[in-house]
């Protein structure tokens, strides 16, 4: 017998209640039952993106997202720009390449944060109409300033990846002037993997040309929405989650969930530096989704994970990319509390000492809850 705990930044844990809404009978989608639903899904969901714009659902992942947004709003040979400062930064460069753009690449390192100065420089030099960037660097940890980027690039549209930043750290779409945003279910929508939202700004839709693609059609998608009838089956049992987890996160309120995120953040940083670890990841509160660690000399974290889950029942996520033999991820992002990072650290703690590591034993725990005591205003 044994316990299984899940501490990734994506999938997220799922609150029984969203779990028991996507157990309940199948109904047809065309039918009333699912309808009352799915309308109340799309309002919620335009509540937490805060747009009055539609916010158009797929079922997909998050990626399904990113991939529409290029289908639907390049042709071939557009000039873009891709802030790319992690892996999911260098996904969008794969799929503007896929897609035949000329894209205009701004890199950092990964870990660094973008500097909307450089960006906003960089794009005008360009003469690229459209920025695809990155709210929350699941990666790296880092979080930008998505509000400032809008600004530096001025009139090119800006199309923000928030699959693991929605919900959990402010993203004002509409006072922001943030042209397309895009999300997914696993992460602070506290749902199962498997849906995929993006929300249009109004102005945008007389300016995009034909989609590439038949099943992320976006016109076709808000001309079904805007009845209420999906254009394909949508992943009925999903979106019944999806609208009870959103009514918890609207219920608990949008700033409540980001101040949580922040405490969380350093609690989980409070800990991992008292065990004397190296943070990865930034060290101050843009750091709420995901703590990004370095492991202690002589440990690999790949040895580190599997010890973890083998041994304690434990998943914290890997690096990526390079980062993949020196660094682990604590998650926090979606349906999280101080006792899941004190169990997290307890388990890095004792899985480090049991493979051999010299570490500061007793007070992870004890510096997490210090911190998290702290309250902040977002
Ligand atoms: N962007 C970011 C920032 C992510 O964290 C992820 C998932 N880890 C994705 C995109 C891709 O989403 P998915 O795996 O759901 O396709």
Same mark, same amino acid.
């Given at each position: 017998?044994?316990?299984?705990?899940?501490?990734? /930044?994506?999938?997220? /844990?799922? /609150?029984?209640?969203?779990?028991?809404?996507?157990?309940?009978?199948?109904?047809?989608?065309?039918?009333?039952?699912?309808?009352?639903?799915?309308?109340?899904?799309?309002?919620?969901?335009?509540?937490?993106?805060?747009?009055?714009?539609?916010?158009?659902?797929?079922?997909?992942?998050?990626?399904?997202?990113?991939?529409?947004?290029?289908?639907?709003?390049?042709?071939?040979?557009?000039?873009?720009?891709?802030?790319?400062?992690?892996?999911?930064?260098?996904?969008?460069?794969?799929?503007?390449?896929?897609?035949?753009?000329?894209?205009?690449?701004?890199?950092?390192?990964?870990?660094?944060?973008?500097?909307?100065?450089?960006?906003?420089?960089?794009?005008?030099?360009?003469?690229?109409?459209?920025?695809?960037?990155?709210?929350?660097?699941?990666?790296?940890?880092?979080?930008?300033?998505?509000?400032?980027?809008?600004?530096?690039?001025?009139?090119?549209?800006? $199309?923000?990846?928030? $699959?693991?930043?929605?919900?959990?750290?402010?993203?004002?779409?509409?006072?922001?002037?943030?042209?397309?945003?895009?999300?997914?279910?696993?992460?602070?929508?506290?749902?199962?993997?498997?849906?995929?939202?993006?929300?249009?700004?109004?102005?945008?839709?007389?300016?995009?040309?034909?989609?590439?693609?038949?099943?992320?059609?976006?016109?076709?998608?808000?001309?079904?929405?805007?009845?209420?009838?999906?254009?394909?089956?949508?992943?009925?049992?999903?979106?019944?989650?999806?609208?009870?987890?959103?009514?918890?996160?609207?219920?608990?309120?949008?700033?409540?969930?980001?101040?949580?995120?922040?405490?969380?953040?350093?609690?989980?940083?409070?800990?991992?530096?008292?065990?004397?670890?190296?943070?990865?990841?930034?060290?101050?509160?843009?750091?709420?989704?995901?703590?990004?660690?370095?492991?202690?000399?002589?440990?690999?974290?790949?040895?580190?994970?599997?010890?973890?889950?083998?041994?304690?029942?434990?998943?914290?996520?890997?690096?990526?990319?390079?980062?993949?033999?020196?660094?682990?991820?604590?998650?926090?992002?979606?349906?999280?509390?101080?006792?899941?990072?004190?169990?997290?650290?307890?388990?890095?703690?004792?899985?480090?000492?049991?493979?051999?590591?010299?570490?500061?034993?007793?007070?992870?725990?004890?510096?997490?809850?210090?911190?998290?005591?702290?309250?902040?205003?977002?």
């Amino acid at each position: 017998m044994e316990k299984r705990y899940l501490f990734t /930044p994506g999938p997220t /844990p799922v /609150p029984p209640e969203v779990l028991a809404a996507g157990a309940e009978p199948m109904v047809h989608h065309r039918g009333a039952d699912f309808r009352l639903v799915y309308e109340s899904a799309l309002a919620r969901l335009q509540q937490v993106f805060r747009t009055a714009s539609p916010v158009l659902l797929f079922s997909a992942s998050g990626t399904g997202a990113m991939d529409s947004a290029v289908a639907n709003m390049t042709a071939p040979g557009d000039r873009v720009a891709v802030v790319v400062a992690g892996a999911f930064g260098e996904r969008w460069a794969k799929i503007c390449q896929h897609y035949g753009l000329d894209v205009q690449r701004i890199d950092y390192e990964w870990g660094e944060v973008p500097d909307p100065d450089e960006v906003g420089s960089a794009v005008a030099g360009s003469g690229a109409r459209i920025v695809f960037c990155t709210q929350s660097e699941t990666s790296t940890g880092v979080v930008a300033d998505v509000q400032a980027l809008k600004a530096a690039v001025g009139d090119a549209a800006l $199309v923000v990846d928030a $699959v693991s930043s929605l919900g959990a750290v402010p993203l004002e779409t509409d006072a922001w002037g943030i042209d397309v945003v895009l999300s997914g279910s696993q992460k602070a929508l506290m749902c199962p993997p498997g849906l995929a939202m993006a929300s249009v700004a109004e102005r945008l839709w007389d300016t995009l040309p034909a989609s590439r693609s038949f099943y992320f059609d976006w016109r076709a998608t808000k001309k079904a929405q805007e009845v209420f009838d999906a254009a394909f089956t949508p992943a009925v049992s999903l979106i019944r989650g999806l609208d009870v987890a959103l009514g918890m996160l609207l219920d608990d309120g949008l700033e409540a969930g980001f101040e949580r995120h922040i405490r969380l953040g350093r609690a989980a940083r409070a800990g991992v530096k008292a065990m004397g670890l190296e943070l990865f990841s930034p060290d101050n509160d843009t750091a709420a989704v995901v703590t990004a660690v370095r492991t202690p000399d002589g440990i690999d974290a790949t040895a580190l994970l599997r010890h973890l889950r083998d041994h304690h029942g434990v998943t914290l996520a890997p690096g990526q990319g390079a980062l993949k033999p020196d660094v682990f991820r604590i998650g926090h992002i979606g349906w999280f509390d101080i006792f899941d990072i004190a169990a997290a650290l307890s388990a890095v703690e004792l899985s480090l000492t049991e493979l051999g590591a010299s570490i500061e034993r007793g007070v992870a725990v004890t510096r997490a809850f210090e911190a998290y005591e702290q309250h902040v205003t977002v």
